[in-house]
């Protein structure tokens, strides 16, 4: 409080609005989704990283305004404990796995996510590049997802993908944390899943099925009235009758010469129960539908949750936790087995690909 101001006067005035970090960017045509887990005795490099990552994301876009480059950074439900000094977010916690009749979500690993987006691959992968260069030594990288927009904003099964997303102000109500919890307002949640996708078996159906499976004609994209399709499942409404919505940001990726085509999925909410909700109804259905038929041709292999703080947040970070500080936290010196040996989770091994991680 200043000199001379009257007690309650700092909370009678209207608090700004927390500038969030850039979740509500636009659609871009390029991203990498990087998801990183944090190694014993890495966290002091990692901060130094989060306070820098504006500064680095101004460094590589700044000379190409029209690229629009943004980066977001997300935390894990583990490493906020181990990274920060302060309350928990309400909503964070780690994904909750689904096993439903016929098909799975797994949890996998992840404490930071970092979803680069901008009108150029190139500047991603620049961005990318800083970041692991900086981390390198203090991450074991869990997941790295170069996507791309395919034909008019498609995904990789043929259909218009994001159409109902919320825009405006629609779109920060749905995002961004407020008054239910105010140490974290501006924040928000995101979910992310990376899905292969069956291609053969999904082109081998008429139009009409795969239309029926989506819930949207596929060339002209116009929404269709379908029980037990995805866009009906995904459409949920909360006890006062208004819709709960999320806001997409999917992109296909793949490698035709390896015969991947996936999507990858990444949802962010005001609270990450609106997300789960949608989950539990494609993965345990919702009578009379034991599951979205999307799923019969989508197989999810990764699934995790984050905090995302807004951008105040990074520029100055709550104190490190005392345990973070003390020796002991420092690694093991000898624990000589390889990252994926050491997670207790059920890892699907997902950065095993990566020459680093054996
Ligand atoms: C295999 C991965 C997925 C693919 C290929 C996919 C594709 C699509 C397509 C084509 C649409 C219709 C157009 C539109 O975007 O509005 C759609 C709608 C939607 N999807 Fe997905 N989706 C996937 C996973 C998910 C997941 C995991 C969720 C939620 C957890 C989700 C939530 C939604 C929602 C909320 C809508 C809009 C429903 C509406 O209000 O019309 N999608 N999706």
Redesign the pocket.
Known sequence: MGPGAAPGAASAAPRPDPEPQPVLSPLTTAAIFLVVTVDPGGEDTVRDLLEDLPGLTRAVGFGSPDGALSCVAGVGSDAWDRLFAAPRPAGLHPFRALDGPRHRAPATPGDLLFHLRAGRLDLCFGLAAEIMTRLRTAVTVRDEVQGFTYQDVR?L?G???????PVGAAARAAVLIGEEDPAHAGGSYV?V?K?L?DLDAWNALPVEAQERI???TKSG?V?RDDEGS??TL??ITGPDGA?R??L?D?MPFGSPGRGEFG?Y?I?YARTPEV?EE??RN?FLGVPPTSHDP?LDF?TALTGTLFYVPPAGFLDDLPPLPAAATAPAAAAPAADPSPAEDREPDGSLGIGGLNPQNR
């Open positions: 995904d099964l259909f218009v993908d994001g159409t109902e997303n979910i899943q899905y996708h989506i819930g949207r994209n929404e995805h866009v995904n459409t819709e919505q999320i997409r999917n999507t999925f949802g997300t949608m989950l494609m999307i989508s």
